[in-house]
C-alpha cells in the first residue's frame, strides 16, 4: 500500500492485493477517538478482485497498518497493511 499526496489536500492509496492491484480515493482524514490518524474512502477497483466495492478505515499510524473495510454498515474485511 503506498500513499500518493494531491495538490488539493487528499490523495490516493496504490494497493496490492495477490496479483491484483487497485487506487483507493482517500475522501475524508480524521482522528480516531484516541487520537489516531483514519484515511477513509471507497476501495474502487475492488469489485473485480473481492466481488464488491467497500467503505474504507485505515489506520496507517498501527504498526503494522490497520485497514477495515465496511460493506452496508457491516465490517466485512480487517486486515494489516505494509505501509510505504
Same mark, same amino acid.
Given at each position: 500500500?503506498? $500513499?500518493? +499526496?494531491?495538490?488539493? +489536500?487528499? *490523495? ?5 492485493? =495477490?496479483? +491484483?492491484?487497485? #487506487? ?10 484516541? =487520537?489516531?490518524?483514519?484515511?477513509? *474512502?471507497?476501495?474502487? =477497483?475492488?469489485?473485480?478482485?473481492? *466481488? &464488491? #466495492? $467497500?467503505?474504507?478505515?485505515? $489506520? ?23 505501509? &510505504?
Amino acid at each position: 500500500m503506498n $500513499y500518493v +499526496g494531491s495538490d488539493k +489536500g487528499d *490523495g490516493i492509496l496504490k494497493v496490492s492485493v =495477490g496479483d +491484483g492491484s487497485m #487506487v483507493w480515493h482517500i475522501e475524508t482524514a480524521s482522528e480516531s477517538d484516541n =487520537g489516531e490518524l483514519v484515511l477513509s *474512502g471507497l476501495t474502487h =477497483g475492488s469489485k473485480a478482485i473481492w *466481488g &464488491d #466495492v $467497500y467503505w474504507f478505515e485505515l $489506520y496507517p499510524q498501527r504498526t503494522p497498518a490497520l485497514v477495515r473495510c465496511r460493506g452496508d454498515q457491516t465490517l466485512a474485511k480487517v486486515d494489516t497493511a505494509d505501509w &510505504d
